[in-house]
């Protein structure tokens, strides 16, 4: 016991260089360091100078860098204890970017609560060898010693507790749409679908209609959006006719997407974003775009592991979440395929092929399966299923069939009923008609008010 006593604290001098140097370099990184870190979780007694110093002259206003930061510890008589002016310009050149302050932090953030856990278990160590006290308030003692070091330098900046009134008071804050009633930003969408299935050109559909300014669903305006697409399956030359296609079908309706606000990005080889080389590379690429809207996928070209491994979703999700914040908060949609249907079921599992975390995982997860209804294959009718509980309620479609001027278009409400407002080639009409999903009538004239399930104009 005696030897562990005297082993080294936990700590790390290149971490903590590394935070005093992000700090001398960047204003913000001042903000996110002293968000995590206090003085005392400094392990050497000079860095918590500095950082006590730097964070003097931001609350002041003052600019931090090494040579404003060298003057004021010269004034305050600490320059030579620290390691002079040259040391301050150590610090800086110690850092490799300073964008890595928030990481550096925590990690010397967890160090130091090493270290408080150590001094109050030896304390606690020794009090019980000595018997010096009534037992009872050794072990209490002990007990407050631990949830001193736990919560060293925090407590006095917690809220206070949130109780029932006060909860109930604040008003219902309305979401920061990105497509108006179907998603926010930081949502997360997830479609499956088997293969063929024609998930991709609904993830693409959306990206285009909300980059030109169209509701996914509606006939109704909304404003656009800067998109991401990020196809690791199909190459360029596959997707460029469809892409085409669409940019053509939003000028029909007279709505011309900004080129600017698209990015594009194919690697139909896949990527690897459980790599760091592979997840640093799309975060910066995420970050020049600025999304409101990403699509990626499919998921399973997205990690080299197993895709059934617990390991391999749970970084492929730190890289997804990697990507969101990158991007300051873009919704998110993103295309997996679902298993095989299996012998004598009639409809397929629409859940993502994987680990199970994947269920828990997006706030919306759907699936695009064949309706049960006669002549729904004409129609390339599909039923758009919920395969997890939705955590907000949101205004979805209940089925989709194969559009005209895009891939698809929204049905209000399944089951084999009339279908309201479905612009229909002479030839699908009349395959329609005959499977009793709409009355006898005329070839649907083409106008501007047909091919959605909603009439509206515009919604901002």
């Known amino acids: 016991m005696s030897e562990d006593i005297t082993r080294v604290p936990p700590q790390d001098l290149d971490a903590e260089q590394a935070v005093l140097g992000s700090m001398l370099l960047s204003a913000d990184a001042v903000l996110d360091v002293i968000e995590i870190v206090t003085g005392p979780d400094f392990y050497k007694p000079a860095h918590a100078t500095v950082f006590d110093t730097v964070c003097t002259m931001a609350v002041r206003g003052e600019p931090c860098d090494p040579i404003t930061v060298g003057h004021q510890l010269a004034r305050d008589g600490a320059l030579e204890r620290v390691g ?76 206070p507790l949130l109780h029932l009134d006060e909860f109930l008071a604040q008003a219902d804050d309305e979401p920061e749409w990105v497509i108006p009633g179907v998603l926010a930003r930081w949502d997360r969408l997830m479609i499956t679908a088997g293969e063929g299935g024609g998930k991709s050109l609904l993830l693409r559909q959306t990206a285009m209609r909300a980059l030109a300014g169209l509701h996914p669903f509606k006939r109704a305006r909304i404003k656009p959006a800067r998109v991401m ?57 995420v970050e020049q775009a600025r999304p409101d809207l ?129 612009t229909l080639t002479a030839e699908q009409a009349a395959r329609a008609e005959a499977a009793g999903l709409i009355p006898g009538q005329p070839e649907p004239e083409q106008s501007e008010q047909s091919g959605f399930w909603d009439d509206q104009q515009i919604s901002q």
Request: net charge neutral; aromatic share 6%.
């Open 84 to 159: 002079g002016a040259a040391y301050l310009h150590t610090l800086v050149q110690a850092v490799p970017t300073a964008a890595n302050a928030a990481h550096y932090a925590r990690h010397m953030r967890g160090l130091a609560l090493l270290r408080g856990v150590i001094e109050a278990g030896t304390r606690a160590v020794q009090s019980g060898f000595t018997a010096s006290g009534d037992p009872q308030e050794v072990a209490e003692r002990a007990v407050a010693d631990m949830q001193a070091a736990r919560d060293r330098g925090r407590a006095a900046a917690d809220e």
């Open 229 to 285: 697409i990020i196809d690791v399956e199909n190459s360029q030359d596959q997707a460029r006719p469809w892409i085409r296609s669409m940019a053509a079908a939003a000028a029909e309706e007279g709505a011309h997407p900004r080129s600017a606000d698209l990015a594009l990005e194919f690697r139909p080889g896949g990527l690897d974003l459980t790599s760091p080389a592979d997840r640093s590379w799309l975060a910066r690429r």
């Open 294 to 422: 990403i699509t990626i996928g499919p998921l399973y070209k997205l990690a080299l592991g197993n895709p059934n491994e617990e390991e391999t979703a749970r970084g492929l999700m730190s890289a997804l979440e990697m990507l969101r914040t990158a991007s300051n908060g873009a919704a998110m949609l993103i295309e997996a395929h679902s298993p095989h249907a299996a012998p004598g079921v009639k409809r397929r599992d629409l859940r993502p092929i994987g680990s199970s975390l994947w269920l828990r995982w997006p706030e919306f997860g759907f699936g695009l399966s064949p309706a049960d209804a006669p002549g729904a294959a004409d129609l390339r009718l599909m039923d758009w299923v919920p395969w997890r509980g939705q955590r907000s309620v949101r205004d979805w479609p209940e089925q989709f069939c194969g559009g005209v001027t895009w891939p698809w278009q929204a049905v209000q409400y399944a089951g084999n009923a009339p279908v309201p407002q479905l």
